[in-house]
């Protein structure tokens, strides 16, 4: 049902998760080097998602954060030179991104993708946010499947409207999956939450509704951003308004 509502591209499959926070552990789990070498490389732009760096404290890899420019974009030439300095097992790239929101320039993240595939590494699309957004991955990798045996896609029913019933999927090369699909716990879902899961995608366009009016509530903080000394980051893609506050200056002790 997941596959069908995903629309995978040929060559693919999925994997579920206790929500996309197993799955983010797991992969770090897949990376990580036990042989008492040094330590596996995780790469993320940053402010990103908090289980990123989490995940890889926990798997003893090395996390190592790009800053994003300041209107929270891609910072690409810095992302560059860190897959090619460190040659990263993982890369994550959260599109939209939590917690800004933001969709990154695709160009910028093609390239980005590109290199750590020429890096050896596994680049990982987190699209948890995206009932949301108006794209997906999946269309490039469908385009260019050649190009994306390295890559893997994330989601999870959460932002879908499901937050409770923990449900994430993880979908990629059926050579690739089948391979992280090994350290899967067994019994990682129980029968209630797929029930729930596969309930819902029967009503998906109810959830998809949900999502536009969540949408518009957030796009009517914008004026509030505007009457404030903050300048609100546009186009935003989540259930939020982000701003950037500009920082004060110390008053005189």
């Known amino acids: 049902a997941l596959a069908r509502h995903a629309r995978l591209p040929e060559g693919w499959a999925l994997m579920l998760g206790n929500g996309s926070d197993e ?58 030179a860190a897959i090619e300095s460190l040659r990263p097992a993982l890369l994550w790239l959260s599109h939209p991104n939590n917690p800004t929101g933001t969709l990154w320039d695709e160009a910028a993240m093609a390239r980005l993708i590109e290199a750590q595939g020429r890096a050896g590494g596994i680049a990982v699309i987190d699209e948890a946010y995206q009932p949301f957004a108006a794209r997906t991955w999946l269309d490039a990798a469908r385009q260019r499947p050649a190009e994306h045996a390295h890559v893997l896609v994330m989601r999870t029913l959460s932002k879908f409207g499901l937050a409770g019933v923990r449900v994430g999927y993880l979908m ?16 990682n879902l129980g029968s209630l939450n797929i029930e729930c899961a596969l309930f819902a995608l029967e009503h998906a366009s109810v959830f998809d509704e949900q999502a536009r009016l969540f949408a518009r509530s957030a796009s009517a903080c914008k004026p509030v951003c505007t009457a404030c000394p903050a300048r609100a980051l546009t186009p935003v893609r989540a259930t939020w308004c982000c701003c950037a506050w500009p920082l004060r200056a110390r008053p005189p002790a």
Request: negative net charge; glycine residues 2%; hydrophobic residues 45%.
């Open 23 to 80: 799955l983010i552990t797991l992969l770090a789990l897949c990376c990580s080097r036990q042989d008492g070498e040094q330590p596996a490389a995780m790469l993320a732009p940053m402010p990103s998602f908090v289980m990123y760096p989490l995940a890889a404290h926990l798997h003893h890899m090395d996390f190592h954060a790009v800053p994003l420019r300041p209107d929270f974009q891609l910072d690409e030439a810095a992302m560059l």
């Open 172 to 187: 990629g090369d059926e050579r690739l999956i089948s391979q992280i699909d090994k350290a899967r716990p067994p019994y």
